[in-house]
């Protein structure tokens, strides 16, 4: 019996969608979804018959596990318990999105120990899992309302071109698919990057969607200075890091991103693409850097997300930081060690400006020890 083929574009409520997909879930079936890289077949993994059904349909060699899929970065954590620092940055900048990530489980601490000896042997027979939050809202909708993570793989027969249209899945997986999610070609056509991460060292095991240099640059340490419009404090505090930065690492700032870190800044009223104060250039010009080209950014969510570390001017920008975002609000400090507020010097005079610059100079070299020590230690441990 062919499976039961649904149209995502055409459908009245995709909220039926979503319970429709749920329910063959549940009920032991195999589904096939789109992503943004190639379609995909799911199984419970709450389910050991299902699973199996999945591996049989597969037909792939023993030893190649299924990757579990997962509702969001935040549960890697369930299933990894031991994420190092590297491992939990990844997973912050790349979920959801087409990267798998390869980390360390263990069964006795983590959620892979609740799966059924069957199931860890498809998807965690090394001692190692394979985590993936597509990027699609309707698979993302399932992963919320389902009990439990999804076994998950490509919906083709093992060593065949990956299915990237309905039509694809159907001709490959015909009727041992029960219910096929069509919502027209996959974005990408290429599939996820597969990435091990043990401790700080990183391994690309599959080149897909996102190349290598990419991959490299999301590993970086991350330092965002907050202010409110972003043409003043914190551009010279980005700056005046940048510097102090180099200087603890021994390169000249514009090698920083090839050394691991990266600073920016932002405001959280800030108007996109607002030039610095001609105060604020006239005195990094004093201090040997550039504010010429800065450009004003908000603070979005996806910076706080990245962010390894967010420096706040005030106490009240921390304040609304971590009103705005909890998960950020443990990464959140304030720039001066000694909790004073960096007052705003913009419309005072230069006098205002140079005080203000002295004293973000100050908070700047209390952090910049600390990060060089991480990103030199993260270096060590690489090699």
Same mark, same amino acid.
């Not at 698919?177 to 095991?205: F, N, Q, T």
């Given at each position: 019996m062919p499976p039961l083929r649904i149209d995502v574009h055409q459908a009245d409520d995709l909220r039926d969608v979503v319970h429709r997909a749920v329910q063959a879930l549940v009920e032991g079936k195999l589904v096939a979804f789109p992503t943004e890289t190639v379609y995909g077949v799911a199984a419970s993994a709450c389910n050991p018959e299902a699973v199996e059904r999945l591996k049989a349909t597969k037909d792939r060699a023993p030893g190649l596990p299924f990757a579990l899929a997962i509702k969001s970065a935040a549960e890697a954590r369930d299933y990894a318990p031991d994420m190092s620092p590297l491992a939990w940055r990844m997973a912050r900048r790349c979920f959801p999105g087409p990267v798998t990530l390869v980390l360390d489980c263990d069964h006795a601490r983590g959620l892979t120990?609740?799966?059924?000896?069957?199931?860890?042997?498809?998807?965690?027979?090394? =001692?190692?899992?394979?985590?993936?939050?597509?990027?699609?809202?309707?698979?993302?909708?399932?992963?919320?309302?389902i009990n439990g993570p999804l076994a998950f793989t490509s919906a083709n027969r093992a060593g065949k071109a990956e299915a990237v249209?309905?039509?694809?899945? %159907?001709?490959?997986?015909?009727?041992?698919?029960?219910?096929?999610?069509?919502?027209?070609?996959?974005?990408?056509?290429?599939?996820?990057?597969?990435?091990?991460?043990?401790?700080?060292?990183?391994? %690309?095991?599959?080149?897909?969607?996102?190349?290598?240099?990419?991959?490299?640059?999301?590993?970086?340490?991350?330092?965002?200075?907050?202010?409110?419009?972003?043409?003043?404090?914190?551009?010279?505090?980005?700056?005046?890091?940048?510097?102090?930065?180099?200087?603890?690492?021994?390169?000249?700032?514009?090698d920083l991103d090839e050394r691991g870190v990266v600073v920016l800044s932002a405001g959280l009223a800030a108007a996109p693409g607002s030039p610095p104060s001609a105060e604020a250039v006239s005195l990094m010009?004093?201090? =040997?850097?550039?504010?010429?080209?800065?450009r004003a950014q908000p603070l979005t969510d996806q910076l706080l997300g990245h962010a390894d570390l967010i420096l706040a001017m005030t106490r009240s920008h921390q304040y609304a930081i971590s009103q705005a975002?909890?998960?950020?609000?443990?990464?959140?400090?304030l720039l001066m060690p000694a909790g004073e507020d960096v007052a705003d010097p913009i419309g005072g005079p230069i006098e205002v400006y140079r005080a203000c610059a002295n004293q973000i100079s100050d908070g700047v070299a209390h952090h910049a020890k600390r990060i060089a020590g991480l990103v030199q230690r993260d270096e060590e441990s690489k090699g």
């Open positions: 120990g609740r799966l059924a000896d069957s199931v860890k042997n498809a998807v965690c027979p090394t =001692g190692t899992v394979g985590l993936r939050v597509p990027a699609n809202q309707v698979l993302l909708d399932v992963l919320c309302m249209t309905a039509d694809e899945v %159907i001709e490959y997986l015909g009727d041992n698919v029960d219910l096929v999610l069509d919502d027209g070609a996959a974005r990408y056509g290429r599939p996820s990057s597969v990435v091990r991460v043990a401790g700080s060292k990183l391994e %690309i095991l599959r080149e897909g969607v996102v190349g290598t240099s990419t991959l490299e640059r999301l590993t970086r340490y991350m330092v965002v200075m907050v202010c409110t419009g972003n043409t003043c404090r914190s551009p010279m505090a980005e700056a005046l890091m940048r510097k102090a930065l180099a200087a603890e690492l021994r390169v000249p700032a514009d010009r004093e201090h =040997g850097m550039a504010l010429d080209d800065h975002s909890p998960d950020a609000a443990g990464k959140t400090e």
